[in-house]
Structure formats: C-alpha cells, structure tokens
C-alpha cells in the first residue's frame, strides 16, 4: 500500500503504518479489484529469469487471483499491447534489441492500422536512421513549423541546454504522457506552495510595516488548515472519495509545513528583506502594485536573416526587498520539495537558470532595483518532529543543518551580510558543542555580476538559434561519468545517442568561469567546513 519511503515519511510525522493494517488493506484491495475487473481485463506482471526466480508476492497474487505464470517470448507480439501506449513502449523495446525485429513489424502494423494517434511513423523514421548510423538529428525545413514564435518557460530553457533533442520531443512533438491524482513529488510540490503561499500573504499582508512580525505558533498551524482545506476543494475529489493512502500522506504534509513555516517565520523576524510577492507571475506588459513584472526578453537572429524576440516567462514563489542605504535590493526565492544545489558550472551550460533569470529579468525592469540573491529553499523535509526535547539552539542549528538555502549571493549585499544570522551549534559524537556557520549560498563577485549575465545570456541565445534552425541532435551534459541531461528523459530510447557524444560540464573553460566569478576564499572555507 505504502512504499518505504512513504512509511518512513509517515513515521517521522508520528503516524505508524502497523503491518497487520497494511496487510488487511492490500486483501481488500485485491478483493476490490478481482469484483470490479472484467474478465477481458489482465494484469500482468513481469521478472525475468525462470520461474523460480519469481518474487514471494506472485505467490500471494496467485492465491487472489488464480495467476498463470507464462513465458513471453512465446507469447504473440500484440499479447502486451492493449493501448497505442504499450504498444508504442513495445515498439521501442524491439529497436532497441530487448527483442526481435520481427515482432517490432508486427506492433508497427497494428498501431499503423489503430485510427488512435500514434507516434509510430516518428519511431520508425528513428529507427531507420540510427541503423544508418546517424547520430545527428535535423529538422531545416519543419524547424520554423515545429519551433513558432513563443515565450518559454524556464523549465524549457532549462531541457533546451541540458540536451536539444529532449526539447525537441517534449516542446517540438509536445511528447508527454499523463498523471493520475496520486501523491506523487509534482503533487507534493505544488500542495506545499499552495500552503506557503496561503500562509505568507496572511502573514505579511501589511507590507507598510517597518519590521517583519512574530509569528505565534497556533496562528501558524490555522493557517496551514485553512489552506489544505481550500485546495482540497479547489483542486481534489472529497476526502471519502480519495484512496486511504493519498489522505493519509496528504494529513501528514500539516506537521512538515508547521516546521517550515515556523522556523522560516523566525529567521525573517530578524531579516532585513520582507516578503513582498508570492506567486508572481512574469507576462508581458505585466505590473503589480508597482512592481514591473516582464519576462526576461532578448533577440536571436533566424537562419534567414530575420530578428525573433523571445520571453522567458514563469512563476516566482516568493519575492523579497530589502531597504540598503539609498537602494533597495531584492531576493527571489524558490520553494524546492527535493535536493538543489547552485552549481557555478551548470549554469554555464545553461542549467539551474531559473532563478538567475527571475533575478535578472526583475531588475532590469525596475530601475529602482539591486540583485541581492537567488536563492532555493528546501520545503520537503524535517527531522525535527523526531528529535525528543533538545536545546531550542540545537533544534536551531538543526533546521538551519538541515534547511540550508542554497543558491546564489551577490558580494557585499544585505542577503551576504546576513550570513551571521545563520550561526548555530553541532555536537561531536561525545555531546560536546562547538560553533558552525550553516551559510550555503555561492558569493557571486559583485564585479563579475555582469559577465554572469553575459554567459547566462549567451547560452540560451546560442542553443535557441540552434534548435530554430533545425539542430536538435542529442548532445547531453556530463558530470562526474554521470548523464546529468538523461536522468529522468522519457526520450532516451529513441535518440539514438552513441558513446562520446556528450559535453563535459566539469571542463577547463567551465572551471576557469567558475574561478573567476565566484568568491575563492568562500570556496576554501566550504572545502575547510565552516
């Protein structure tokens, strides 16, 4: 029912899947399932190797359902394709040698007989290049047809340089398959920025203030819910109409957001910046409440000759301005549910833009403006609600261990000078304490910023120009013998990628930007461990 992750998420918020509960649960569920299946219907489960090899659940599956075990190779070649979907993922498990080339003519005729849409003739177009040996893919003369005048999204831009060929699938063929309603990590995410944002423009409505208030305890958990209960009627089916197990990790999201919002409340009491914007959309010709909120804008220069202007539109979660001297100087920031680390390498081929374009596109547009920093908050995790009563400043230094904000600083901004807010304490295995400094963010030099902007602009005009005039070969980054670019791609299998055709990030020209842009006696500290 729950997998370990989920338990152990459940445990950390006091709640204890027991395992006759689970047990008795997955019977009901398969009663549930054999009453409402029709007899046309199959569920079919595969492993591979001889029967024995088997895992101990198929016996259980055969005591429910009466399972058959069978050899698939034997079977017909349509047997596992029971949609244009699975028969499309067969198709490209038989070009790509899982199995026979017989059987991909099979499933190629059935799915070219289908009056379904299917991608069939674009996989077959695939295959037939990549057994010519072709590792390049271009599309000149459809290049204007597939790639129109359009703003893009950073999520695009970001796909566009980690690897063309992925951008053309999912932007050119606009490839994608659906999601249910489950408790996945897209649903996490936007569930805890639907509550912060709820929570933050209550908390900070009184943007005249001179100060960022303190926030009590209780205020917080009403907050949080009042929001889970809106966006459970705004955006889910009633809760005796959700399954046990999305309800029960949904309930237990209240606890994880508590901690968040409490211990992020407490650090902006102290804070400079206030909260200003949660959500803010960036559009064309956009302002609010004085604030200018255009897109980050350029131009690229077309195969023909002609100039295309184009927009990097988005969402930015949070907003924050602090008063400094004579100038006000502003923070973006960006709520992640899992692992972000600022990576001065990435970003020089194209990737972790977001919130740098956020950043830039802000200031550019609003004179009045200063970039402090960009800045990723992690809102997926807490261990607090399993410490038992330690010291408040330990439980502290804890959060802000555990919490750290990374992103990027500007040198000699309010956002860097603050770094000492992010003192606290840790303990060698004896118990003893002694000082840390839990500051994460990368020091841009504050004489380097536009050199920064120069390369952030130059590989997304670079790239876009490319794709436009019908590059989209499959050329993806690679970190440390790792496909950066490949982790998680729904396009691997028709690429056509062959050994060496990647890009280093780790290069000397990257090693060389990262030098100069960044502030070396931070990066010694890091290495020292502040």
Sequence with gaps: VFTLSEIEK????????KEDEETEYSRAVFDVYKALSLPSQKLCVTFTGEPENAAECFEVM???????????????????CESVKSSEKQYVRCINGCDSKDKAEVILSALKESDMPTCADKFEAIAKKREQGAEEHIIKDIAPLVFPPRDLSPTAIEKLNGCKFAYFCRYGLSLRSASDITMNSGNYGNIMHYVMKYCFERIYADKT??????VQSEEIKELISEAMDEYRREYLLPESEMSVRFNTLYDSMAKTAYYIILYMTAELEKSSFKPMFFELKLERGKTVDGLNAEPYSFDITLPDGTLQKIGISGTVDRVDIAQSDSTKQLRVIDYKTGPKKADIKHVYYGLDLQLLLYLFALCDSNSGLAPSAAVYYPAGKTPLKDITAPSEKLKRSIWLDTHRENGFAIEGTVYEKEKLFYSGITTDSKGNEKAANFFSAVTVNSDKLD???????KVVKDNLTEVKSGNVSAIPLVQNNKAISCEYCGFSDVCGISDGRYCEVNSPEAEMFEQDVIKQEEKKDKKGGR
Excluded: M
């Excluded at 459940?10 to 899947?17: A, C, F, H, T």
């Excluded at 050199?451 to 602009?457: A, I, Q, Y």
């Design 451 to 457: 050199r920064l902007k120069e390369r952030v602009l």
């Design 62 to 80: 055969k005591k429910a359902f009466g399972t058959q075990l069978i050899n698939i190779d034997k079977e017909d070649p349509l047997s596992l």
């Design 209 to 214: 203030a001179e100060s960022n208030p303190h």
């Design 10 to 17: 459940l445990r950390k918020s006091e709640i204890v899947v």
